[in-house]
């Protein structure tokens, strides 16, 4: 009985944090593929403040949601330097890069590709296998990350969205039109 107890006020625990902490959440809403915003070259951020970890927290919860592995600020309208990216299963190894640059870049890797704003897309571009990335964290601090593998491919793709490009301007023009018409199609759709 008393063990019953016990688990039926876990469960209303974890029922409560659930609801407490979807009133927090801010889901930001996604530019979707061949919106021109996603064009926008972003700025630098000059300084890491309340209203860029706000930010920052907003657009881990809307890429944990989609779900996806990172997303670039220019992705959701907002034109600054910031990426979120997690890579791990567990989904709780957050990485934060501010105005980040980099630095070293060698080999070549081949990794398909897909991005939230061209939903159900996938394919390769070309990329560096390992890079050295310098940049600021959430609180403003400057670090050098060695990353390669998934990563690496993480990280390149959005910095290209820092500077207005999508993964698939890499490709033909004539698979990118096919890929705007199925987007624009769709889009009709829904409207
Ligand atoms: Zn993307």
């Known amino acids: 009985m008393r063990r019953t107890i016990a688990i039926r006020r876990r469960l209303e625990f974890c029922i409560q944090f659930l609801l407490c902490s979807s009133l927090f959440m801010a889901l ?10 996603l064009h926008t070259i ?6 890491v403040t309340d209203e860029i970890r706000v930010l920052v927290q907003d657009m881990a919860e809307t890429m944990y949601a989609a779900p996806g592995v990172g997303l670039a600020a220019t992705q959701v ?5 910031v990426i979120v990216i997690d890579v791990s299963n567990t989904h709780d190894q957050l990485l934060v890069l501010i105005n980040p640059e980099i630095t070293t870049h060698e080999g070549e890797s081949d990794y398909e590709e897909g991005c939230l ?38 990280i390149q793709h ?12 890499y490709w033909s023009r004539m698979k990118q039109s096919r890929i705007q018409a199925k987007f624009r199609k769709q889009r009709r759709k829904v409207m």
């Open 28 to 37: 930001l809403k996604i530019l979707q593929y061949p919106d021109e915003r």
């Open 42 to 47: 972003a700025a630098p951020v000059p300084e």
């Open 77 to 81: 309208d907002v034109h600054k330097r």
């Open 117 to 154: 704003s061209v939903p159900g897309i996938f394919g390769k571009v070309p990329r560096a296998a390992q890079i050295t990335v310098e940049a600021l964290n959430k609180d403003g601090e400057r670090f050098t990350l060695d990353a390669d593998g998934l990563l690496a491919v993480c």
């Open 158 to 169: 959005e910095m290209d969205h820092l500077l207005g490009r999508v993964f698939v301007e």
